[in-house]
């Protein structure tokens, strides 16, 4: 599968953004998808992922009260709603794939995805 993510911009502090990752070339269901993200000067961190089950996610402390994700495997997409940003949530994310099971534990990590999409910067200002 191949991920393209969309839906960055410029906001100022306590607005909302909605990043999109679309799939294509593979059968998008059988992969779980994880956000990262990655601020100038610092490495990839997690964010957020979700299953194969649309109701199965995991988030990163942070972020767990404010962003969420979700899917339409018909759409071959994966949404990360993302409301109240703040100024250190800016940097450029990042979606990745992982073939998995139904019951696979969540990838947290960069080594537990094969495939990722280019990313989409986020900038919140003050």
């Known amino acids: 599968v191949q991920l393209q993510a969309s839906g960055g911009g410029l906001v100022q502090a306590g607005d909302s953004l909605r990043l999109s990752c679309v799939g294509s070339?593979?059968?998008?269901?059988?992969?779980?998808i994880g956000w990262f993200r990655q601020a100038p000067g610092k490495e990839r961190e997690f964010v957020a992922s979700?299953?194969?089950?649309?109701?199965?996610?995991y988030y990163e402390n942070s972020v767990k009260d404010r962003f969420t994700i979700s899917r339409d495997n018909d759409k071959k997409t994966v949404y990360l709603q993302m409301n109240d940003l703040k100024t250190g949530d800016t940097a450029l994310y990042y979606c990745?794939?992982?073939?998995?099971?139904?019951?696979?534990?969540?990838?947290?990590?960069?080594?537990?995805?094969?495939?990722w999409g280019q990313g989409t910067l986020v900038t919140v200002s003050s």
């Open positions: 070339g593979g059968t998008f269901s059988f992969y779980s």
């Open positions: 990745a794939a992982r073939r998995t099971i139904i019951t696979a534990p969540h990838g947290t990590t960069v080594q537990d995805y094969s495939t």
């Open positions: 979700i299953n194969r089950r649309s109701g199965d996610t």
